[in-house]
């Protein structure tokens, strides 16, 4: 069974940074990819930035130049480095993950239905 736990989530003034952790196991599949979505109080979930095991990376418009996806440092962990936070970036962050056999890459991406896996959530609360 697939587990996602995020970690290093908190409170930052507005300017700051923060570094988003996800610990991945269970894994099954060689071919991944792996996202990071938020959801803010009365709004949708959205994606902020993919990644996939070939190395590809897209970040959504509230992401890019401020924010960074990559593999942590552990094996099956995935990191979001995100910089100039704003207060709009006040969010409850999930990590997602899909998995695959075979030869076919997952292509990243930040569309929900495209996640079969979810994390619980971490807060990242930006004060201006």
């Known amino acids: 069974q697939v587990q996602l736990v995020e970690s290093g989530g908190g409170s930052v003034q507005a300017g700051g940074s923060l570094r988003l952790s996800c610990a991945a196991s269970?894994?099954?599949?060689?071919?991944?990819?792996m996202a990071w979505f938020r959801q803010a109080p009365g709004n949708k979930r959205e994606g902020v930035a993919s990644?996939?095991?070939?190395?590809?990376?897209t970040y959504t418009d509230s992401a890019k130049g401020r924010f960074t996806i990559s593999q942590g440092n552990g094996k099956n962990t995935l990191d979001l480095h995100m910089n100039i936070l704003k207060p709009e970036d006040t969010a409850m962050y999930y990590c997602?993950?899909?998995?695959?056999?075979?030869?076919?890459?997952?292509?990243?991406?930040?569309?929900?239905?495209?996640?079969?896996?979810w994390g619980q959530g971490t807060q990242v609360t930006v004060s201006s």
């Open positions: 997602a993950a899909a998995f695959a056999f075979g030869w076919e890459i997952l292509p990243v991406s930040t569309e929900v239905a495209d996640y079969r896996h």
């Open positions: 269970g894994v099954t599949g060689s071919r991944w990819r």
């Open positions: 990644l996939n095991d070939y190395g590809f990376t």
